[in-house]
């Protein structure tokens, strides 16, 4: 497919709108695409990629590479995608640093909302007539939700993150970032790596070689994710999207904990749970108006993306 250059900056800046979401909590790189228009080709393109590409390239045969394999589209998208990544790294520790209320309000509440989305999407549910009793849509909410909570008890520390559990990540964070709705970013954050993933950006952009052992790992997960997983996934979802749906509602209703902003640790030897509470209006620090304030505004950014999304297939 020819591009010409007008056209590859076009792409680069839906790239840079999916790397804005990819690493937003509770918003998915996979419907900005839908909304941009993007996604069935950047399936498509990736599901085409095999091991006879590196052969292409050592021959010299850029020009049959680039057309056979679309590199043109996945190189523009991807570049701006990692261009938003990269910068939005840098911002995003700065708060949670500095605001976390704030911050993990505005997550909260867009986790929330994605929520209700996901719901409104298996048309199968009748919540009137209570169908959605003892059918296996049920079953596997419940057990998204089980799930969800087991990994928070054995949520690792900072410290104990490694490579082997960082090439983990990338691989369930990546697969999570391919389908419209999940957001990738939240999967980390589950995962106990989402700031430690955050903070190696940091340091790999500064060439700091201590973090490069670390980024790879993360890096060759998503490698693997894409190449082994994109295929299985995107038929699942196309296939049984009411069963992946209900799975993954329920694995986000059941972490909702991690993203609480008024939340202490309660640390044993082998896990931790989390003491949630929520702040009196009537003190003179609280935080309560600020989190609900930063809460309204992720649900609304959901619904705003919603809309769009919608729209934009009216459209088509």
């Not at 589209?73 to 209320?101: A, D, K, V, W």
């Not at 008890?153 to 993150?161: A, C, Q, R, V, W």
């Not at 009411?242 to 202490?264: A, E």
Request: aromatic letters at 18%; a positive charge; proline letters at 2%.
């Amino acid at each position: 497919m020819k591009r010409n250059v007008l056209l590859r900056f076009s792409i680069f800046l839906k790239g840079m709108a999916m790397g804005i979401a990819d690493i937003i909590p509770g918003v998915s790189g996979g419907t900005i695409a839908i909304i941009t228009g993007v996604y069935e080709e950047f399936l498509s393109t990736l599901n085409r990629i095999d091991f006879k590409i590196f052969k292409l390239l050592f021959n010299g045969e850029f020009k049959k590479t680039s057309k056979k394999y679309n590199l043109s589209f996945l190189l523009s998208l991807s570049i701006g995608i990692f261009t938003s990544i990269i910068i939005l790294s840098h911002y995003i520790t700065y708060f949670i640093e500095n605001y976390p209320i704030a911050l993990w309000s505005f997550f909260f509440g867009l986790i929330l909302s994605s929520i209700f989305f996901l719901f409104n999407q298996i048309k199968s549910w009748n919540l009137k007539n209570f169908q959605f009793v003892f059918t296996t849509k049920l079953y596997l909410l419940v057990f998204g939700l089980l799930i969800a909570i087991y990994i928070q008890t054995l949520n690792p520390g900072k410290n104990e993150i490694n490579n082997i559990y960082l090439f983990f990540c990338g691989i369930i964070s990546i697969t999570a970032m391919l389908l419209p709705g999940i957001s990738g970013a939240y999967i980390l954050i589950l995962l106990g790596a989402y700031e430690t993933i955050l903070n190696t950006l940091k340091e790999v952009v500064k060439l700091n070689l201590d973090y490069f052992l670390n980024f790879f790992s993360f890096i060759l997960g998503a490698i693997v994710s894409i190449k082994l997983f994109s295929k299985f996934l995107t038929w699942g979802y196309k296939n049984y999207k009411d069963n992946t749906l209900s799975c993954l509602i329920g694995f986000m209703i059941g972490s909702l904990p991690v993203l609480w902003p008024w939340k202490t640790e309660i640390i044993s030897k082998d896990f931790f749970i989390y003491n949630l509470y929520i702040p009196s209006f009537n003190s003179k620090n609280s935080t309560l108006i600020e989190g609900i304030i930063f809460m309204l505004l992720g649900i609304g950014v959901v619904f705003i993306l919603e809309y769009l999304s919608k729209k934009n297939a009216k459209e088509k």
